[in-house]
């Protein structure tokens, strides 16, 4: 009987024939170290990581500096405070959670929540609410 054995690195995948610069791929690891399943593009001067963390679909971009640029984390309404669930529902009798997406920057953190709900005629629109960290509503925008 033979027996095989490999040896399996940790390594972030890469999009065909890419190389991550060390200094981006460091500040990634500082910033997002149980980051799981993660895959790499190259966009202008910035490099974007998509990736897991805790159980959560996450898109983080650095710049050709290491410098962290913007993360950007899509999850459900569960993980919404209920300060903004009930500013929603109070605003809309039907309606279902489409996306719930948090995003942070180095000077800011918002919540953006799209909802599908019925309007007076019944007719199905698409609401965009965007709330700071604090859950102050920053704006609502509604798509047709």
């Known amino acids: 009987m033979m027996t095989y054995f490999f040896l399996v690195v940790l390594m972030p995948q890469?999009?065909?024939g890419m190389d991550i610069p060390e200094i981006v791929e460091k500040?990634?690891?500082a910033k997002f170290p149980e980051a799981s399943a993660v895959?790499?593009?190259e966009y202008g001067d910035n490099y974007i990581a998509t990736f897991f963390e805790?159980?959560?679909f996450t898109e983080a971009i650095f710049d050709q500096n290491g410098s962290w640029v913007k993360t950007e984390r899509s999850t459900d309404e569960e993980a919404l405070s209920q300060?903004?669930?009930d500013q929603i529902e109070t605003k809309y009798d039907f309606l279902e959670y489409l996306d719930v997406v948090f995003t942070e920057t180095p000077e800011n953190s918002t919540?953006?929540?799209k909802i599908s709900s019925e309007d007076d005629e019944e007719m199905t629109v698409a609401t965009v609410f965007t709330f700071d960290h604090q859950g102050q509503l920053l704006s609502l925008t509604e798509e047709d």
């Open 54 to 56: 805790d159980n959560a």
């Open 14 to 16: 890469t999009s065909a």
């Open 39 to 41: 895959n790499w593009e």
């Open 111 to 113: 919540i953006t929540v």
């Open 27 to 29: 500040a990634f690891h």
């Open 83 to 85: 300060e903004i669930i």
